[in-house]
């Protein structure tokens, strides 16, 4: 069966600091991938989706990155981190137009 | 640009109420899925509705995909303290040639009091 695996839960960064959340799925081939981003109470924003290796599509501009160096692996990034980037990070994984499956997500606060 | 929106933002029910959050979207979609948020965690996926006026159960829960494909409704009868959460619908638009888009909506943040 299909797994899909995001770290780290929980992160406190101070602002102006790099950023690294990592997402990898096992169980499937050439998944499509999403970085999705949930502010408190609110809303899926979706920031990046993925439909195969070194293919990155953003949907909001911001001064966050995604990478896809392999067909399972999916990374969200910042050089330098914002207060307003604080958030609920989650990162999910489907087949072509079939519903998502999503990870345990990122609790990233800045300081 | 294509929206989803979903109401109501918020709604509390005494358990044993009955419970409905609507979806309507501007443009016609090719399917709508659900999804369910408990508290601290993650959405997971509920249900996906394909056919216009297409109706679908689950226990206690009914889900309804209106007849032009632009809206749909999920209702839950006598709720229980284990449904408390926030319900997203999400819509797939379709393009052809490329990527369908799922556009979410804002969610119904559901309470019930026993």
């Known amino acids: 069966s299909q797994t899909i695996h995001q770290w780290p839960a929980t992160l406190v960064q101070p602002v102006g600091s790099p950023l690294s959340l990592e997402c990898t799925v096992e169980g499937t081939s050439n998944p499509n991938l999403y970085w999705y981003r949930q502010a408190a109470g609110r809303g899926l924003q979706l920031l990046f989706y993925?439909?195969?290796?070194?293919?990155i599509s953003s949907e909001v501009p911001q001064n966050l990155s995604a990478s896809r160096p392999q067909d399972r692996q999916f990374i969200l990034s910042s050089k330098k981190l914002l207060l307003s980037d604080s958030g609920f990070y989650l990162c999910a994984w489907s087949e072509t137009n079939q519903p998502q499956h999503f990870g345990d997500g990122t609790r990233l606060s800045i300081l | 640009g294509q929206q989803v929106m979903q109401i109501p933002q918020y709604q509390h029910v005494q358990e044993g109420e009955d419970f409905t959050t609507y979806c309507n979207s501007s443009?016609?979609?090719?399917?709508i899925q659900w999804y369910k948020q408990r508290p601290g965690g993650h959405p997971v996926f509920l249900i996906q509705?394909?056919?216009?006026?297409e109706v679908k159960k689950q226990k206690r829960l009914t889900f309804q995909f209106g007849e032009a494909k632009k809206n749909s409704s999920l209702h839950i009868t006598a709720t229980q303290t284990t449904d408390v959460g926030t319900y997203f619908c999400?819509?797939?638009?379709?393009?052809?040639?490329?990527?369908?888009?799922?556009?979410f909506g804002a969610g119904t943040r559901l309470a019930v009091h026993p």
């Open positions: 509705l394909v056919k216009s006026g």
């Open positions: 999400a819509g797939r638009l379709w393009r052809s040639g490329g990527y369908n888009k799922l556009i």
């Open positions: 443009t016609t979609l090719s399917n």
């Open positions: 993925s439909v195969g290796i070194g293919q």
